[in-house]
């Protein structure tokens, strides 16, 4: 089944510790991105990736890192997690050419720093 | 910037009704447009798209959308809605920015269906 995965689901950590919620998918797919959905400001995208070892901020990437090693995955690191990053975390992938418009998201992390 | 403007957070109606929800864009040239749908705990899900041609497109799950120019609106439509569409529901706008093509998202609209 083509699908976007991430892991983990729900996470609650304090402020500081470092962590990392990993993201694959299994569609070949060239385009990567991470959002963040809060309330009442939808999703804003955080990173994006065009392929391998391709990575470019978004709208809100402060506090965050992102790597492309390996086609299908495509993991978002905080380093010292605060609670102004409590949130909604989506991945989405997307082909390359006009379709990458049409995003496949993954089924979300939601994200508690106390 | 290219900017999408939902302005209407929350709406209500019963089963069966017909549904609107209301997308404004800003941008210059027309952009390609999105609907996509968040059912509860789920990740977003494209519901219709418009690159060009017919600007009445046809989606999934019955729903309908219309790209009018000289309004800069592209808004959804249902004529029957089932108790399952209870969903929040986002307009997004893509165009080419720097040899990227990025997505922007509205805000979003919550619908809540009652009985």
């Known amino acids: 089944e083509a699908q976007v995965t991430q892991n983990p689901r729900y996470l609650i950590t304090v402020t500081g510790k470092k962590l990392t919620v990993t993201c694959s998918q299994n569609?070949?797919?060239?385009?990567m991105s991470w959002y963040r959905q809060d309330p009442g400001l939808g999703l804003r995208q955080i990173y994006y990736?065009?392929?391998?070892?391709?990575?470019d901020k978004g709208d809100v990437p402060e506090g965050y890192k992102v790597s492309r090693k390996e086609k299908r995955n495509f993991p978002l690191i905080l380093e010292s997690p605060s609670p102004n990053q409590t949130s909604l975390y989506f991945c989405?992938?997307?082909?390359?050419?006009?379709?990458?418009?049409?995003?496949?998201f993954g089924p979300g992390t939601r994200l508690t720093v106390t | 910037a290219q900017s999408v403007t939902q302005p209407d957070i929350h709406i209500t109606v019963s089963e069966g009704a017909s549904l609107e929800l209301r997308c404004n864009y800003s941008?210059?040239?027309?952009?390609?447009l999105f609907w996509y749908v968040q059912s509860p705990g789920q990740g977003l899900q494209l519901l219709l798209k418009?690159?060009?041609?017919?600007?009445l497109v046809q989606g999934i799950k019955g729903f309908e959308a219309e790209f009018k120019r000289s309004q800069s609106s592209f808004n959804l439509r249902k004529p029957s809605v089932h108790w399952s569409d209870a969903a929040e529901y986002f307009c997004?706008?893509?165009?080419?920015?720097?040899?990227?093509?990025?997505?922007?998202f509205g805000t979003g609209t919550k619908l809540q269906v009652i009985p």
């Open positions: 989405a992938s997307s082909p390359s050419g006009r379709s990458t418009y049409e995003q496949y």
């Open positions: 569609m070949n797919h060239e385009y």
């Open positions: 990736s065009m392929n391998v070892e391709v990575t």
């Open positions: 941008y210059g040239a027309t952009p390609y």
């Open positions: 418009y690159f060009s041609g017919d600007t």
């Open positions: 997004a706008v893509g165009l080419n920015s720097g040899g990227y093509q990025k997505v922007t």
